[in-house]
């Protein structure tokens, strides 16, 4: 198995422009996890869906970051506009859905707004 | 709700020496523990995990966690490092909803020769 997909694996962008970050999950796990890391504040979780929908999105700083899983094989995290403060690595992870199931993570997505 | 503790943010430790770093958990519920660790420049992967059973726990790389319950403590060890362990090493806790986990904040470890 391929592993967990993530793309791009670095971005560098202008404050105010659109970031658009792309995952594919490993085959047959139904849980897929968006993650952010920064010295500052750690591992931090965005959202995560079960079966394609979005189950918690309490982690999403604020209404510029939106995400989608429009199928079981793909999902996105958006930031419109971007600032500055967005930078980090952002990670996808996916497992299976029961708990104590192993989270597989991305290599990540390298962020930086200039 | 459960959350997880780290205590120490870097551990600097010679080759060849014994390393232990450790993890505490609240939880008022069973919990499931699990041990991740991330190199540079990569994801977070797994080392081992407890769901249930013997309290010690054989990971990857030659790591061991005890999980103790009166002690609300899940400590990860090694009896001697290398240093290709160095990396920094995350405790989480299952917390429900599926499949989601609470992250503690990381311990470097820093392997010198």
């Known amino acids: 198995d391929a592993g967990v997909i993530q793309s791009p694996r670095h971005e560098v962008t202008e404050m105010g422009q659109e970031v658009t970050l792309r995952c594919k999950p490993i085959?047959?796990?139904?849980?897929l996890f968006w993650y952010r890391q920064t010295m500052m504040r750690g591992l931090e979780l965005l959202i995560y869906?079960?079966?394609?929908?979005?189950?918690?999105d309490s982690g999403m700083p604020e209404d510029r970051f939106s995400a989608k899983m429009p199928n079981a094989s793909f999902s996105t995290l958006k930031i419109q506009p971007s600032e500055p403060r967005d930078s980090a690595v952002y990670f996808c992870?996916?497992?299976?859905?029961?708990?104590?199931?192993?989270?597989?993570f991305g290599p990540g997505t390298r962020l930086l707004v200039l | 709700a459960q959350s997880v503790t780290q205590l120490d943010s870097q551990v600097p430790v010679f080759e060849e020496a014994p390393v232990e770093l450790r993890c505490n958990y609240s939880?008022?519920?069973?919990?499931?523990l699990f041990w991740y660790v991330q190199y540079p420049n990569q994801g977070l992967q797994l080392l081992l995990k407890?769901?249930?059973?013997?309290?010690l726990v054989k990971g990857i790389n030659g790591f061991e966690a005890e999980f103790n319950k009166s002690q609300t403590s899940f400590h990860l060890r090694k009896p001697s490092v290398h240093i290709s362990d160095t990396a920094e090493y995350f405790c989480?806790?299952?917390?429900?909803?599926?499949?989601?986990?609470?992250f503690g904040t990381g311990t470097q470890l820093k392997v010198e020769l």
């Open positions: 992870a996916s497992s299976r859905t029961s708990g104590g199931e192993t989270q597989y």
């Open positions: 085959s047959g796990h139904n849980s």
């Open positions: 869906f079960n079966n394609n929908v979005p189950i918690d």
């Open positions: 939880s008022s519920v069973s919990v499931y």
């Open positions: 407890y769901l249930s059973g013997s309290t």
């Open positions: 989480a806790v299952y917390t429900g909803g599926g499949n989601k986990l609470t």
